[in-house]
């Protein structure tokens, strides 16, 4: 018989078996986490602040920080995605590094700059979409959220904002909330065919770990 122990910290299948096998999944490489970064982060700007090469600089070095997981870096790249100013993102850029050098307590050690990049991703939300995102710790882990219901449950905690209904439905401003997060990458979801609507949204267990930290 084997047992197969799945874990992002190496120091949990040492402890259960200190002779055991790790076996480790390949990361991006830098080159790779660049093309996907790019991607993402550098859409198409009608703007004459938009200095490609020095962002590109600073875009190199913050991938650093994203240990090759795709996930992080498809945050980062939607955490700077909309910030069009060679200052904001060099806001961003000295943030990044003061969060690692503060090392705000993550359980995994392994993977702590990347939980830093994640981090900063929420730090960076507008509050109404903190408190949404917040209140995804309520559900359980991996558990597919009916965004239906979602909607009202953030209508009653009173997390949407009347301004943002405009004639819009509570569900139809829900629907605005998941797409902002989905466009960041801290939430996924994708579109229902037939509906055109978000159905139902769920947290890669990262971030879903960000979100236990800071609810």
Known sequence: WKVL???RNEGVALRADPECFTFKPECLNHEESWTLFQMIAFPRKDTTEYKV???EEMGKQMIKHCGGLPLAVKVLGGLLAPQYTLREWTRIYENIGSHIVRRTSFTDEDNSS???VLS????????YLKHCFLYLAH????????VGKLSY?????GIQRPRHYDGATIREVADGYVAELVKRNMVISERDISTLRF??????DMMREVCLLKA
Request: hydrophobic share 35%; aromatic share 12%.
């Open 139 to 146: 559900f359980p882990e991996d558990s597919a959220i009916d």
């Open 153 to 157: 449950c953030w209508a009653t905690e």
């Open 114 to 116: 990347v939980y830093h």
């Open 53 to 55: 090469n020095e962002m």
């Open 5 to 7: 122990l799945p874990s």
């Open 199 to 204: 159905e139902t949204c769920h947290l890669h």
């Open 120 to 127: 900063l991703s929420f730090e960076e939300l507008p509050i």
